[in-house]
C-alpha cells in the first residue's frame, strides 16, 4: 500500500491559465473522488468515479473544470481559465469497492492551487 | 438543505486532559459517520467509523458516540497529548444520485504541554 499520491504538490499560476492535477489512487480502490478545501473549511466534494465511470459532479463545479479517469487507474483533474477563487488545496481520495461506504477515505496530500 | 456543525473556534487543553469535540448535522439520516485527523498542508487521516446503528465505538485513546436523536457524535480523545493538535473532521455518507461522503468544517484541537 503505497498510498495515493497527487502532483504536483503546489501550483502557482497567472490568472486565465490552464491547470492539470494528477491523482494515483491506491491499486486496488475502484473509487476516486476530488475534494476541494479552503483554508479553514472542510473538504467539499467535487466529483466521483466509479472505475472508469464518472458518476458525479458537485452542482458547484463549474464547466471550468473537468475530471477524467481513463482506465479506471489515475485521474487527472484540469481547470481551465484560472480564477483567483479557483485557489485552494485539491485534494483526492480513493476507497476499495465495498457494497456500502462503510470503508474510510485514503487522501492523498493535495495539490496546493495558488492564482496570481 | 444539508448541514454539518463543528467547534468552529480552536478548542486549547491542557496535556493528559480529555478532549471533546461535537459535530451535529441537520437533515440527514446518515448510515455511517466517520471522523478525521487532519495536519497542516497534509491530506485527512481516517480515524474511526461508527455505523447508525452503533452507539459507541473506542480505538485506543479515541471513543465516538453517534446519536441519531439528537442528530450528533461527540469524539473524545482521553489523556490527550501535544502530538493529538490537529484539525478534527467529521464526515457523513449522503445520498444524492450516488452514494459520497461530505465532510464538516473541522475543529482545530491544540494540547498544551
Redesign the interface.
Known sequence: DTG?SQNPRHKITKRGQNVTFRCDPISEHNRL?W?RQTL??????LT?F?NEAQ??KSRLLSDRFSAERPKGSFSTLEIQRTEQGDSAMY?C?SSPPRP???????????T?LTVT | SQK?E?NSEALNIQEGKTATLTCNYTNYSP??L?W?RQDP??????LL?I?ENEKEKRKERLKVTFDTTLKQSLFHITASQPADSATY?C?L?IY???????????TRLKVLA
Open positions: 495515493v473522488y475534494y479553514g473549511q472542510g473538504p467539499e466534494f466521483y466509479q458518476l458525479e485534494l481520495a456500502s461506504l462503510d470503508s474510510p477515505l485514503h487522501f492523498g496530500n493535495g496546493r | 454539518i463543528q448510515a455511517y466517520q478525521y498542508g497534509r491530506g485527512p487521516v481516517f467509523l455505523r473532521l464526515a455518507d444524492s444520485g450516488t452514494y459520497k461522503y461530505i465532510f464538516g468544517t473541522g
